[in-house]
Every structure is written in structure tokens, then in C-alpha cells.
């Protein structure tokens, strides 16, 4: 494989009509262009970003909905030597305050956004009160649509192997926001790297919906695809959100080899896959699905295996994978082409700098690790404490890493970046996990460590054993340890998402308590329904903003609610539930979206509702009602009023029917077997 210094030497050398991306924004909607089509794009539209003042060096945030706005701005802005900084658009304020957080912490910060998108950032800084920072944003941006392309193409700009190829912003939402600075040499050595252990080979065909605004999405299905010279295909993320059987649909017709998912990618597919039996797929064509971007569960993914088979697709196709932006994302990826595999150890035996102890499955206090094989070519890794000593082989410690791959620091952030590596160059991680083999093992992150009576316990661990509750679903249940001021142990929370009567709570409470202090010994100070599981993009849940929460007292008043239901007395009958369909999916959406406050005749996107909150009140809505919508009936009946007339309707004109509530429902699971 020829070796190239930047990558836009790459995209220049696989300039062919041969070779293409299609973007998927619908079962019939795609548009394909081949690669030395986007080249004569980029140049086009560097063009028209020069004539608008922009300069080798600059950065250019990206705040876009569109994948293939987005592909043409970055190549444009590479060739011409422009910093190019995307940030995901989201679904919430949080992502929008985003915006000015990284804007003022570049230093010739310009903003290529739609003006959908900038109308959506004004109306939120009119009702947070940051008029004067979106007036220095919108002084500073392009808007799409008054942007028109000619045949000119942009004068391109000489690049080194070390120059800034962009930022990349975590997927996180933080209060200081840390850019990841990624150069062609990192990027490079990377993709190489991967490609070379996953086998890419001619014929080999991708197709991705992960959001172009993170790694996986932009290096691991973009960028990587055009290194290799291999055809792609990118599906808008909202529309997996929206249809995720597409997903697999697509694959099939494609005859794609290489995907990805997370785990809550496959279950989100999984859920929707067994509401239906007409599945007419051949997925004998895919090679691999990586896994990775969140904790791997071997649980879900031997369902996925398990489910998939009779449609033809191979036992080995889940792909075990670690990596970070940090480390342009790739740090240890297995060898291709057998069935994934996973260690099971003592879940005593996982404290900092203690020897795991392998144990068999049925051992009552086993938990299972996905390997994740041995690190890529140009990536060391070590497991070691936190002030840089080496621990070896099977202890646990933090992952620290060293390589061409891996970031110089963080962008503008002197001190972020000092405390990024050890005294002796190495990366910390912030993830804590032990070599195996040879071969990586993940077990949490450092700072998600709950500290109690002197043992450490982990999250996912302690999740695990929730989930033995049957009303209970996996990714729907968050266990963190808040340390309040002055305190010398943790309060060890769990947050069920939960909107029902909170007299239906309690019985979840009482068992959720007694199933982990019976198998942990781990006394649970809360169990809290929350409205939300708040998540990143790529959906790592941020038990930070559920901790700042309890800190902050928001749970309080609910606290006091449930210590009075499960008092040592007789329980209060559960409150009478709302009949009307109206006024039952008026309630939901109040809870989702409370601050867009949808009226009964509200259009959901004429008052800017994404596709991922719909999922979320399609989810609540399906508890009640299970399998009487589709998510796309959100679609088509997108007003409160219409949506309960069509479901009244599917009731049979029932309209007093009893919708009870999660618990009531009996809380359908959709978990694998991890957790059972």
C-alpha cells in the first residue's frame, strides 16, 4: 500500500470514479458521489470559503445536519489548510451552549452551520441570556444556504505530516470542553494501522450511521475508507434513531462487509427487530461489526449474534475494538475472522493493582470482560498506576499509551494538556482495565470507581446486578457514587429511567436495594427514578451530570417522596392514571421535552423536535401501548391531537383503556443475557 504524508494526498490518489460515498437519508433516498467527484466538491467549496476570508490556520466550526454538507467542508477545508472543528448538533441546550464554550476557546474561530441550525442557536441564547455571545458567533458565520458555488476551484494549501488536520472535540458534554488536536500523522498511522489488523481488502464495502462528529464515524468509516480506496456508505444517524431496521436492510442490499455499532446501536436494532417476523435479509456479507465507543456487553452482543444467524451472518463478525480520540481512535483491535472472545473473573479480585483472578461462569461472583485485543502496530500500551509505575499482565491499573498515534495535547489548553500524561510521556486514559495475553482488557473508567467501606466497586458491575429486576432494561439504569462534602464514603446512587407513578416506583426500590446488597454486600444509600439517562453522542452515559444533580439537591423532594412510600408502613394506593390518550401523550412529551412545551396542535417539527427525542417518546409511548406504533406513525401523525386519534383508533375506539405505566407493564426488557 502506497504511504501518504497527508490526507489529502490520499484522497487525491483514490480520486476515481470507481469509488464513491453515498449518503442514506431514507430507504429511497441516496445520493452518491464518487470520490474524485468530492475532490472537484471540496476544491469548489474551498473556493468560496477563501473569498469569505478564511485563512490557512483558522478554524472552522462545524454546526451541521447534513452528513454530505459536512463531508464536502471538511476535505475543502483540509486542502485549503483550514482547521476544521466539528461539534454534533444534538438534540438539546447542552449542545448548543457547546457551540460558545468552543468558540471562545479557539483563536480565529469561524461557524458553518444552516440556518435551521442558527436559528436554533439564537433562540438559545435569547432565552439563556447570551445574546452578546451569539452576536460574536454570528458575526463570524456561513451560513449554507447564502453560500453558492461556482466551477472556481480553491488555491490549496502545502501541508507537513505534522500539521493540524483538525479538532475533535469530545462527545461529551463538558463544562470546559477539551479539543483533541489530531495531526495528518496521528490520523494517518492510525487508519493504517487499522486497516492493515482488520484486513481491509478489495471488494470490502462499509456503510456507517455513526455521527460524522465523532471518531468512529469520521476516521474509523470516512476517512479510513478513503485511505483504503473501499466504497462507503453513510446512513444519517437520526434516520438509524428513526428506523433502525434500515440499518441491516441497507447492509444487505449493499452487500456491505464492514460495520459498526455500539451496544446501544445493537439494542436499539434488536428492540426494533423482534416486533416484526417478515426480516428478509442476507447478511452472509458482512465481515465485521465493530463494537466499540462504550463498555462491550458479551451478553448483548452473543444476542445479536445469536438473533442474526438464521439471516446468514457469520459468529465472528463482532468485533471487539478499544480506542479514544486521544488516540485518533484505534489502540487494540483482534484478529478478524473468528468469534469474539472474553475473560470471566472474580468480581473481588478487580481493586487498582490486584491480580485478577479468572474464575469459571458459574461461579457466583463471576463477571464477564470482552477481550479487545492485542494494541495496534504503532500504539504502546501499558497498564500502570496513576503516577506511571508498570503493573504488567492481569492487574488491574489504568491504560496508559504512547505511540505516533496519539495526540501532542489538548487545543489552546496548556494545563489540560500537562495533566494529560505522566511524568515520563505517557498518555493517561482515564480507563481502567489489565493486559491478558497480551491483549487489552477493559473494566471501567478510573474516576466511575465507587469507593465503599474501602473496596471498590464498578459501575457496569453493580448495573448488572439491577438488572436482575425484570422491569428493569439495560441502558435504562445508572449506577454511580457521589462523595458529598467533608464525606468519607461514597453515596452509592441508582437512576432508573423511570415516568410513571412513583407509587409504582417503590416495589423497584425495595428489590433493586435488596438484590445488590445481597449480591455485593454494597448498601444502596438511593435508588432514583429519573427522567432521563443523559448519554453522549455516542452513548457513554455521563454519570457526571446525574452526580452534579444530586449534588445540587434536585433530587431531594423525590427522595423524601419515596422514603415516606417505603417506609415500614402500608403502602398508599397507587395514584389513578390519566384515561384520556390526549392527555396521557400531552404528559409524555411534558416530560421529555418539557422546555419546548408541545401543545395539542404543535407540528413536532415545525417546532424544531429531532428525530431522537421522538425515539425517546416513541419508547414511553410503546410501554404503555407495546407494538400499537411504529416509531414512523410519529411521522405521519406528527401533532398530539392526530397522534391519539390514530391510536385510538388501532385501540379499537378503546380511548378508556388503562395505559398503566412501566413498572405496571411489567417494564419489557430488551437486555441480553448479561444481567440475567
Known sequence: MKRYRTLTEALAANASDA???TFIEGSQN???????????????LLHVLQSRGLKPGDELI?????????????????FGGIVPVPVAVGISDEHRSKVFRIFARLQRPRLLTDAK????????????????????VRAQSLVLEDLRLGDTLGEEHPLEEDALAFIQFSSGSTREP???????RNVLTTVVDLGHRAQYRSGDVS?????????????????????????????????????????????????????????FGLRHYMKMYRTRDDHDLDLSCIRMVMNAAEPISVGLSHEFLDTLSKHGLPRSAIYTCYGLAEASLAVSLPKPGREFEYVVTDRNSLNLEQSVRYVSASHPDAVRFAIEGPPVEHCRVRIATTDGRDLGQDVIGEVQLQGANVTAGYYNDREATQELFTTDGWLHTGDLGFLHQGQVVITGRLKDIIFVNGQNFYPHDLEAVALLDERLEIGKVAVLGVRKNDADHDDVLVCVLFRGELSDFAPIVKHVRQLITKQTGVEVTHVLPVRRIPKTTSGKVQRRLLADDYLRGEFDQVIADIGRLVAPAVEP????????????????????VAEKNVGAQDDFFEIGMSSLELAQIHEQIDANYPGMLDITD???????????????????????ADPGSLAASGGRSDRGAAGR
Request: hydrophobic share 50%; charged share 20%; proline share 2%.
Open 19 to 21: 469509488l464513491s460515498v
Open 30 to 44: 441516496e445520493v452518491t458521489v464518487t470520490y474524485r467527484e468530492l475532490q472537484l466538491r471540496a476544491l469548489r
Open 62 to 78: 462545524f454546526f451541521l445536519r447534513s452528513n454530505e454538507n459536512f463531508i464536502d467542508a471538511f476535505w475543502a477545508c483540509l
Open 117 to 136: 441550525s442558527l436559528q436554533l442557536l439564537e433562540a438559545f441564547a435569547e432565552a439563556g441570556g447570551a445574546q452578546r455571545e451569539y452576536s460574536s
Open 178 to 184: 477539551h479539543g483533541v488536536c489530531l495531526t495528518h
Open 207 to 263: 456503510l456507517s450511521w455513526m455521527p460524522l462528529t465523532h471518531d468512529l464515524g469520521l476516521i474509523g468509516f470516512h476517512i479510513n475508507m478513503i485511505v483504503f480506496g473501499i466504497n462507503q456508505h453513510i446512513m444519517a444517524t437520526e434516520l438509524f434513531s428513526r428506523r433502525p431496521l434500515l440499518w441491516l436492510q441497507k447492509a444487505s442490499e449493499k452487500r456491505a462487509s464492514l460495520l459498526s455499532s455500539p451496544n
Open 573 to 592: 394506593p397507587a395514584e389513578a392514571v390519566a384515561h384520556d390518550l390526549a392527555a396521557l401523550l400531552k404528559s409524555i412529551f411534558d416530560r421529555i
Open 634 to 656: 410519529l411521522f405521519d401523525h406528527s401533532t398530539i391531537d392526530a397522534l391519539a386519534e390514530f391510536l385510538r383508533d388501532k385501540l379499537g375506539q378503546s380511548a378508556s
